[in-house]
Each structure stands twice: as C-alpha cells, then as structure tokens.
C-alpha cells in the first residue's frame, strides 16, 4: 500500500517538503519549526558535532567506468535530522570531479578511465599532500551538517580499479554480394567488438584475399572485379588491438546473381531443421496457411535458412513466417557452434508487410526473439485493428529499439525484421537490453512469461490518488485520495470506471477494508486513522477516529481488532479498533520513517518499510509493548513491501534501488536474495502463485517481473502511466489496479497474450 513521498535532503530550509512522486504539488507539506541559532560554546559544538555518525566507509573501491561511487549516510543521536552533505572548499582535493545529487549519491562527474587517471592530488596521508599524483585514487573532503548547524568534516579515499580489457571479437562472419561486383564495392562489415580499445590492424588471408580490402573499421571492399561463375568465397579475417591482443575468424562471402528470392533466417541462436509456417493475414484478421519450409541443417555456416517465397507475395498483403520445432546451434548468441544443440519448444514468428520483405536490407528477413515479441505486442491489432496494422507495427517497434538498424533513417518493424541478435544489441532501449536474453531462454524453453503485455483498459480521474484496494466480490475500487478524500468507484465495466460516492478527508494516503467489507480503515497523513461505513457507497459515513503524527500506511489483523499504522517519524502505532467509534490506541515502537507495513500470516509480526533504514521485523505479540526482531538495510529508500504467501519471502519497493527480496525464513537473522532495479519502486504486490510481483514505479509505471527465481527477478513488461503510487491485483489476476496520483486510477490488462504457434 501506499506510502510517503521522498523528503529533500539537499538543501535546508526552515520548513522540509515532501518533494517525491507526486506530479506538481508537494502536498503533505509540514513545518517543524525554524532552526535555532546555536550559542553554545565551541567546546559544546565540537561535543555536538561528535554526535552526528558518519557511516559511509572513508575507503572506497569503485570499477573504472562506474559513476555512483556511494551512497552517503549519517546519522545523529540527537534526532537533528535531515543531514546534508557538502564539498568543502578544499584547495588539495579532487572534490570537482564529483557531486552530490538529491539523493546523496556521490557519484563522479566525468567517466572514468583506469589508463587514463584524472585525480589531481596525493590521498594518502604526507607532508606532500598538495603533490599532483595521478594514481588513481581521489581525495574527496565533505562537510556534513545537521538540522541544528552542527558540523563535521570527514575525507573519503576513492581508488578506481582496473576492468580488464576485452579482446576485440569479429561477429559477422557471412556476408552476400550479387551478380558482377566491380572493383571498390563495399561488400559488408564484419562489424568487430573492439573490446576497450581501438582496433591497431585488420587483415585479410586466404586464397582470394587478394580480390578484397578491408579497412580498420571492418569494411570489406573488392580490390577488383568478382567473376560471376564464383559461388562463395572463403577468407580469414584477423582483427588485433594494440595490446597484441587478437581475434581470427572464417569469413564466407556468398555471391548470389540469379535468386530473386528474399533468403529468411531463423536466428533465435541458429534454428536448424526447423519447420516454417508461412501465414497470410486476412482482413478480418484471421490466417490462411500458404507454405511449409524446413530450415536448412548444417553448421554455422550453413545451418538456419529458408526459402521466403518473396516473389510469390503480394506487396499490400500481410504475411506471418512462423519457426517452430528446431533445435538451437547457437543458443548463447556468441557466433559459435554450440557442443550441444538445445531443442526448441517455443514459437518464433514475424509478421511482414509482402513490400518490406522484397526490399530486405541484403535480401535477408531475419526471424528472431524481436520479432517474435514484436508480433505479441501487435497480436490485439491483428483481430482488432487489421486496417491500421502498419502503424501499431511501427510504433510498437519504437518502444524496442533505440537506433535505426538498417540504416534508412527510420525506426520501424523494419528494423525489427533485420535484426541480427549477435550484433544489434546495443540497438535495444535498455530494458530490452535486460530482458533480451530472458526472452531467448522463454522461446527455448516453452514458457510464456514474454507474453505478458499490459494494456490499458480504462481509467478514471482523481486528483492525487495514492492507495487503492477493491471489495472481495471485485466490483468497486476504493480510493485514498491525497486532496478528495475516499472515493468509492464501480469497476463492473473496467472500461468505465464510474464514480459511486466520496467522503471528505484532509490527506488520505491509504486504504483497507474490514473483512465483511463494511468498514474501509483510512490513513489519513494530517490526522491519523478514519473508520468509516461504506455500508451503502454513495454515501460513506465516518464512525470513528483516532489521531496520530504523520499516517502512511495500514493494516489490518486477521480477527478485525486491531490495525496497525505505519506512522512515518513515530514509527508503529498499533490501535484498538474492537469499537469503531472509539478507536484506542494499545502500544507503539519507534522506527526511523515508517512508510508501509503488512502483517506475517500468523498475526505475530510486523514488517515495516522503514525509509533509509530498510525493513524493519518487529514482534506484535504483545500488542502493547511490540519490540524490535530485526532489520536489513536496503539500498535507497524502502517505500513498500509484502510478502510471500508463506511469509518466508518480502518484497520491498526500494524507490531509486528497485525491488529487493529477502529471506525472513529466520526473522531474527533476515538476508537478501536477489533484486532488480527499477526507476523508482513506491510500492509491489504479488500474483496469486507468487511467480510475479507488480511494482508501481511511480514515473515509469507498473513493472511486472519474474521471480521464480529469487536470485535472479527479470523484466517481463511494463505499461508507462503517470506517477503509479500504489498497485493491487483483481481476485482471477488478469488486471491491475493502479493509484496512478493526478492520472486518477488506472485499470490494466495484465493476462498473458498466447505464445502457442497458430497451428
């Protein structure tokens, strides 16, 4: 459920605001008073400042290339927070070659390069401070202060280490020429990873090396005419870097002067003796099947082609070329026949407008991961919305790619189709880059986890909604809205969300129900928890109240007597709630910033998403005195959590680090498993099977990850939204509720599209 926003940290003021995810205003603004001037003696300052702990270790290790050196953290035993950290202005330093950003992340301004070191001055402790150095080791001098003007100094050794080069890699080992090629034609690029260095030589060797040039950039170029009774050529191409450091691959150029055909590969890796499917598309959006190819077997060289029949289509048809029941030479993508093949259980399909594929970048249609995915992302088109089919697909394709491919000054399906996944990755928007491989292991595998594809269904406004949570028979949607209130909304028709009834409140920022669905428990962040009777909907009525500090989040125990508050800087706040006019509170613990909070299955803990201080377990047996189990420090800012459903897992939505998850198997002794970063988790619930979780990502949206496996969650999609603050799941899984702040509640379509093959 939903929670705090972020509290600025970098600049003081004599108010602090709640400047997180929020869109516009900063609403939950609160005063804590103007600074009072210290008078105390320097003895009695420098006895203060001895009170604010600096955490950071003063040594860092940090890889050449990195630019988040660390994470600062102090903390102060005389609660005069927030802290804020500061260059000094001292002269022997490297502190201009770093800073500081919102959320206290020292990080280097400029890349940095281990051959070619940047720091100015000595870090280690001599009377040659003041030498100019260069060796790799940054001297940064902070000045860090807390709310009350007490100030220490503290200087931090940064010493970036050596990645090891990567030999250069030759990657495109076959290329195409067609008919009589003249002298000084460009025949293709044997596209090299360069590794970290430039690349010193390229050359040529074999029996007909002397009819070619290639140049230091990997541009193969005839030396004279090629004779057309030659059918292929083979030649070894040898790139070396300056450390001596070298690659040698085979190179076979194939020349084609009579096939009019468009030559299709299926490059999943290398899909050899796989059966193609070739597809017409119908109007009405439906298929006719018109060829069966097998793709050819072989090696490398040889192994993964068939016959397109280009020159038997129609130019304004569309087509899908479906690649089924092969087994993968090249599952790992490196460009090297595997030991052994793996069979493919999945599907890998294309779709193709017949004129695209008649003017193929080098005659070549290429049916890969992409395009499989590429075809999923359009699948509601083709039933839908056949007529503007080559809009979706162009559009869809800019969500993928971030470079034009082959080169014809557009980003489109067309890119997609010429896509060659040992040497276009770097094309892919980063969280195609991440999911990538994931995708190939789905194909490989039969699963259809890459078929998630959320959409949206519909929508209604609200001003800053910010928690959400739906009745048990699925028909209405409650909403905390951080300026309107409770709204209570009918969702029978997703697609259009009807507002029922509201009641007013001063910063709703969560909501839950009573299990008979009669009472919706609301945090209210000005004045602490409303009961209020949502008996009849247009018309909610509030029955009881109780006050507390500054209410995010809510909980509710198992028997309906007790909820439980995470109240930001008073941290657990557990109220009596037998009698709902008269709400009591039972007991409290102090935490750092409570933000969200759920319940262990059993009813005896806590865990609490406690801000920069992680996640906080806490024992609630005894509901008036609950103490403290454990707690794990996360990344950033732990914002919301829940957990598995046999409460040996949570799930924390980490804001700037992602999600985290880790084992409470043991509560007293709680460690991380695995994560995976987002752009700025607020909060995350799970499917029903506990194979996903949802994350609201605040600007990016609503994350779906996979996480079977613990240590390693993955991408599986993603739906941009406004500002998602909070997320919860209808009962049958198949859509997601979205407190999306001024973009109102989101209703998503989050059920997995088919993978299986047409037929």
Same mark, same amino acid.
């Given at each position: 459920m939903k929670k705090s926003t972020k509290v600025a940290l970098s600049i003081v003021v004599s108010t602090v605001l709640f400047t997180g995810c929020v869109g516009g205003d900063s609403s939950g603004d609160r005063s804590y008073g103007d600074e009072i001037p210290d008078k105390s003696s320097k003895a009695e300052k420098n006895s203060k400042a001895k009170q604010i702990s600096f955490l950071t270790p003063l040594d860092i290790e940090v890889p050449e290339g990195e630019e988040v050196v660390t994470q600062l953290i102090a903390e102060s035993s005389i609660d005069a927070e927030p802290i804020t950290f500061s260059f000094t202005n001292y002269y022997y330093s490297d502190n201009s070659r770093f800073t500081i950003d919102r959320y206290n992340k020292l990080r280097f301004k400029d890349t940095t390069d281990f051959e070619n070191p940047a720091d100015d001055y000595k870090s280690s402790n001599s009377s040659n401070d003041n030498e100019k150095q260069?060796?790799?080791?940054?001297?940064?001098?902070?000045?860090?202060?807390?709310? #009350?003007?007490? $100030?220490?100094?503290? $200087?931090?050794?940064?010493?970036?280490?050596?990645?090891?080069?990567?030999? +250069?890699?030759?990657?495109?080992?076959?290329?195409?020429?067609?008919?009589?090629?003249?002298?000084?034609?460009?025949?293709?690029?044997?596209?090299?990873? !360069?590794?970290?260095?430039?690349?010193?030589?390229?050359?040529?060797?074999?029996?007909?090396?002397?009819?070619?040039?290639?140049?230091?950039?990997?541009?193969?170029? $005839?030396?004279?005419?090629?004779?057309?009774?030659?059918?292929?050529?083979?030649?070894?191409?040898?790139?070396?870097? +300056?450390?001596?450091?070298?690659?040698?691959?085979? *190179?076979?150029?194939?020349?084609?002067?009579?096939? +009019?055909?468009?030559?299709? *590969?299926?490059?999943?890796?290398?899909?050899?003796?796989?059966?193609?499917?070739? /597809?017409?598309?119908?109007?009405?959006?439906?298929?006719? !099947? %018109? /060829? $069966?190819?097998?793709?050819?077997?072989?090696?490398?060289?040889?192994?993964?082609?068939?016959?397109?029949?280009?020159?038997?289509?129609?130019?304004?048809?569309?087509?899908?070329? #479906?690649?089924?029941?092969?087994?993968?030479?090249?599952?790992?993508?490196?460009?090297?026949?595997?030991?052994?093949?793996?069979?493919?259980?999945?599907?890998?399909?294309?779709?193709?407008?017949?004129?695209?594929? !008649?003017?193929?970048?080098?005659?070549?249609?290429?049916?890969?991961? %992409?395009?499989?995915?590429?075809?999923?992302?359009?699948?509601?088109?083709?039933?839908?919305?056949?007529?503007?089919?080559?809009?979706?697909?162009?559009? #869809?394709? #800019?969500?993928?790619?971030?470079?034009?491919?082959?080169?014809?000054?557009?980003?489109?399906?067309?890119?997609?189709?010429?896509?060659?996944?040992?040497?276009?990755?770097?094309?892919?928007?980063?969280?195609?880059?991440?999911? /990538?491989?994931?995708? *190939?292991?789905?194909?490989?595998?039969?699963?259809?986890?890459?078929?998630?594809?959320?959409?949206?269904?519909?929508?209604?406004?609200?001003?800053?909604?910010?928690?959400?949570?739906?009745?048990?028979?699925?028909?209405?949607?409650? *909403?905390?809205d951080l300026k309107e209130g409770l709204k209570i909304i009918d969702i029978t028709t997703p697609k259009t969300p009807k507002l029922l009834g509201t009641i007013n409140l001063n910063e709703a920022k969560d909501v839950t129900l009573s299990s008979d669905g009669t009472k919706a428990y609301v945090v209210d962040y000005a004045s602490g928890l409303k009961i209020i009777d949502i008996t009849t909907p247009k018309t909610p009525k509030l029955l009881g109240s109780i006050n507390t500090d500054y209410a995010q989040s809510v909980a509710i125990s198992l028997d309906g007597t007790k909820a439980y508050v995470a109240d930001d800087y008073s941290g657990l706040k557990i109220i009596d709630i037998t009698t709902p006019k008269t709400p009591k509170l039972l007991g409290s613990i102090k935490t750092y910033k409570a933000q969200d909070i759920t319940i262990s299955s059993d009813g005896t803990k806590a865990y609490v998403a406690d801000y920069s201080r992680g996640l906080k377990i806490i024992d609630i047996t005894i509901p008036e005195s609950p103490t403290l189990l454990d707690f794990i420090d996360t990344d950033d800012e732990a914002q919301g959590i829940t957990l598995s459903s046999d409460s040996t897992k949570a799930y924390v939505a980490d804001y700037d680090a992602g999600l985290k998850i880790i084992d409470i198997t043991t509560p007293e002794s709680s460690t991380l498993l695995g994560s995976i970063d987002t752009d700025y988790a607020q909060d995350v619930t799970l499917s029903s099977d506990g194979t996903k979780a949802y994350v609201a990502d605040c600007y990016s949206g609503l994350k779906i990850i996979d996480i079977t496996t613990p240590e390693s969650p993955a991408l599986l999609g993603s739906i941009n939204t406004k500002y998602a603050q909070d997320v919860t799941l209808s009962s049958d899984g198949t859509k997601a509720y979205v407190a999306d702040n001024d973009g109102g509640l989101k209703i998503i379509d989050i059920g997995t599209d088919s993978v299986a093959p047409l037929e």
């Open positions: 260069y060796d790799n080791t940054y001297k940064v001098v902070l000045s860090i202060k807390d709310a #009350q003007g007490h $100030t220490i100094e503290k $200087t931090l050794h940064i010493k970036v280490t050596n990645v090891p080069d990567v030999k +250069p890699t030759i990657t495109n080992t076959k290329l195409t020429i067609s008919g009589t090629v003249l002298a000084n034609s460009v025949v293709g690029n044997v596209i090299v990873n !360069k590794g970290d260095s430039e690349i010193t030589q390229m050359t040529l060797s074999g029996a007909d090396a002397n009819l070619f040039t290639i140049d230091k950039d990997g541009v193969i170029k $005839t030396a004279t005419t090629i004779p057309v009774d030659k059918k292929s050529i083979s030649l070894k191409v040898k790139a070396t870097s +300056p450390a001596g450091v070298s690659d040698e691959k085979d *190179v076979t150029i194939y020349v084609n002067d009579t096939d +009019p055909s468009v030559r299709g *590969v299926a490059q999943l890796g290398l899909e050899r003796n796989a059966t193609v499917k070739i /597809f017409k598309i119908n109007n009405d959006g439906t298929y006719t !099947k %018109l /060829f $069966t190819e097998t793709t050819s077997g072989g090696g490398i060289e040889s192994a993964g082609r068939f016959d397109t029949h280009s020159d038997e289509l129609e130019d304004k048809a569309y087509y899908i070329y #479906q690649v089924t029941d092969g087994e993968d030479i090249d599952a790992n993508n490196d460009g090297v026949e595997d030991e052994n093949a793996t069979k493919t259980k999945g599907a890998m399909r294309a779709i193709v407008l017949g004129e695209w594929l !008649k003017k193929m970048d080098n005659d070549v249609l290429k049916i890969t991961a %992409l395009s499989e995915m590429l075809y999923i992302k359009s699948i509601d088109d083709i039933k839908n919305n056949f007529f503007d089919l080559k809009s979706t697909l162009n559009s #869809q394709a #800019q969500t993928i790619l971030a470079l034009d491919i082959n080169n014809d000054g557009n980003i489109n399906a067309k890119d997609i189709l010429s896509f060659d996944p040992l040497i276009d990755k770097d094309a892919l928007k980063e969280e195609w880059k991440e999911k /990538f491989d994931k995708i *190939v292991d789905d194909i490989h595998n039969g699963k259809d986890g890459y078929g998630v594809n959320p959409k949206l269904i519909g929508s209604i406004e609200s001003k800053y909604a910010y928690g959400v949570t739906l009745s048990s028979d699925g028909t209405k949607a409650y *909403v905390a």
